[in-house]
């Protein structure tokens, strides 16, 4: 049986066709890789205008919430400010009554109205006054500025004001400045009087 004889290395070997293995890729398939990265660019560009798209809506809308607490703010005020209005109209009334030389009756009565109108005012906003005078000392709400001893009321309870408190809703607006009754007793005497405290 015979062998074939083996192709010599000088023997010329059968021509490669274009796009082979290891060749050069051929002109359909630069064309398909071509055509795809057109469009993944144009993907690219599409998302970055929806990117841009979407960063643009999201600075308006914090304009327009700024532009639209501001507008809230301003509302208020003037809402606020037009409220009082009535109470400086009271006030002019009242200052004019007593220029005109009124009897002292007619004044107080305008005061009172300038008053009842505050009052009105505030309790439009939120804000009652608390009621302090014979009401136990509580110092969430009092602020203790004296003590005096009272026959009439028990130890630690209020029975004076030096000032009005008031508390918008359940909240505290300002506490009310008061006076304290404290016990009386023969040593509360000795010391409120000059040199009571030697007899200790």
Request: proline share 6%.
């Amino acid at each position: 049986m015979h062998k074939q004889p083996k192709p010599t290395e000088h023997e010329p070997r059968e021509a490669e066709t274009p796009g082979a293995a290891g060749g050069a890729p051929a002109g359909g398939e630069i064309e398909r890789l071509a055509a795809a990265l057109a469009e993944k660019d144009q993907e690219l560009a599409e998302l970055k205008d929806k990117y841009l798209r979407v960063l643009a809506d999201a600075e308006n809308a914090r304009k327009r919430i700024r532009q639209q607490s501001e507008d809230s703010v301003r509302i208020q005020r003037e809402n606020f400010l037009r409220d009082l209005l009535p109470v400086a109209d009271n006030l002019e009334r009242a200052v004019e009554a007593a220029r005109g030389g009124g009897d002292s009756q007619s004044i107080v009565a305008g005061i009172e109205m300038v008053l009842r109108s505050v009052l009105d005012f505030l309790k439009g906003h939120g804000v009652t006054q608390i009621n302090a005078v014979g009401q136990p000392f509580d110092p969430q709400m009092h602020e203790a500025v004296d003590q005096a001893a009272s026959a009439a009321h028990p130890p630690n309870t209020v029975i004076s004001e030096h000032h009005r408190g008031y508390q918008i809703g359940d909240r505290m607006l300002r506490p009310a400045r008061v006076t304290v009754a404290r016990r009386i007793d023969g040593g509360a005497e000795r010391n409120d009087s000059p040199g009571g405290g030697e007899g200790r």
